[in-house]
């Protein structure tokens, strides 16, 4: 592995999406992400296509670059045989309830007391210091805590809807994996290990406020919460002659040049849109302008004149697009691979680009248990003691 963190062992408690798409980031950048399922595995594995039980294609992708430990940490053995693990590991990352894992005995303090270099991270639902620390959290729920979903609703001028992604589950993610970094970075420069948490419920109202505070950003307000110009229901793809297009007019300059290539320059004398401030007292009579002179002309033709007069514009994909977006094959985006059991399978490759230590996709999403024996041998478990652990039920193997 030649990614910057070749040499790191992340032990990966995670499962769905949030924690796995933070350690297919740290398995990308070179880490050893040992991924410790229990003996049903990770619930992924049975979501969506699949030629093989355990093998779906939402699992796939997620979980490349990792190897499988099947596990039942519910039995005393499988507990000891995880922390002969984490003697070895400088990470270990969870997203279990705080309750599950103190009853589990597998608590920082637990898990400190064979390691303490250890970096111990967790993604919670909600902090364990608020009185929301017990409730169960999935992407959906934290979309409607933290205010997204009602965001939905006030811009459509509709009922709050959810987005059609796992947003909560996949931001979080991302601010799992820089927290688990700068844990990292401490324990590199200090030899010190430390306990480092990750709420998805504050990290996604914090997510939602940066422009949506707003007028709260002052004491007392200077008007109400919610970004004007985002919750106006006019900005939007707009209607072309034949089809969408997505036009950005930002700044005075990308404003007057526009007003001129769409025939209507009148507005450039229009006090209600002459500056920024202006604009945005008055998004919506803007953006509908906007769309009354979108559809006079085709996709096509918009794209050439925008592009022309440096207007930020786009066309407007569907996900079946990106499949074959010309940018997208010119830079690799894709990666086909031909897994030991799956066949051909497509990956995302990484988008992070280091000159010195770059990512690679190394090794193929593990079936379950599929590395459980060489990694128990590489901590020093003997041959008979990982043979009884299989006998017993405690530690699985495909």
Known sequence: MSGPLSGIRV?????????????????????????????????TRAIGPKKHPGMAGVFLNVNRNKRSVALDLQQEEGREAFLELAKTADVMVNNMRPQALKKLRLAYEDVKAVNPEIVYCSAYGYGKDGPYASRPAYDDMIQGASGLAALQGQFSKGDPSYFPTVIADKTAGLTFLYAILLGLIHKLRTGKGQEVDVP?????????????LYGHAFEPPMGGTGYPRLLSSSRKPYKTKDGFIGILPYTD?????????????????????????????????????LAEVAVTK????????????????????SIDDLMHDPHLEKVG??????????????????????????????????????????????????????????????????
Not at 200 to 212: D, I, K, N
């Open 11 to 43: 032990l990966d408690l995670t499962a769905v999406y949030l924690g796995p798409y933070s350690t297919q980031v740290l398995g990308d950048m070179g880490a050893d992400v040992i991924k410790i399922e229990p003996p049903s595995g990770d619930t």
């Open 333 to 398: 985006f894709f990666a086909m691979m031909d897994h030991p059991t799956e066949g051909m399978v497509r990956y995302t490759n990484q988008p992070v680009q280091m000159s010195e230590t770059p990512s690679a996709i190394t090794k193929h999403a593990p079936c379950l248990g599929q590395n459980s024996i060489e990694v128990m041998k590489e901590v020093g478990v003997t041959d008979d003691q990982i043979q009884a652990l299989v006998q017993k039920g405690v530690l699985i193997q495909p």
């Open 298 to 317: 085709t996709t096509d033709e918009w794209l050439t004149l925008l592009r022309k007069a440096e207007i930020p514009c786009t066309e407007i994909n």
């Open 200 to 212: 998805m419920f504050e990290t996604m109202a914090a997510y939602a406020m940066v422009e949506h």
């Open 253 to 289: 300059r990308h404003w007057l040049k526009f007003f001129d290539v769409a025939g209507i320059a009148e507005l450039k004398e229009d006090p209600r849109f002459c500056d920024l401030a202006a604009r945005t007292e008055h998004i919506d009579e803007l953006y509908q302008k």
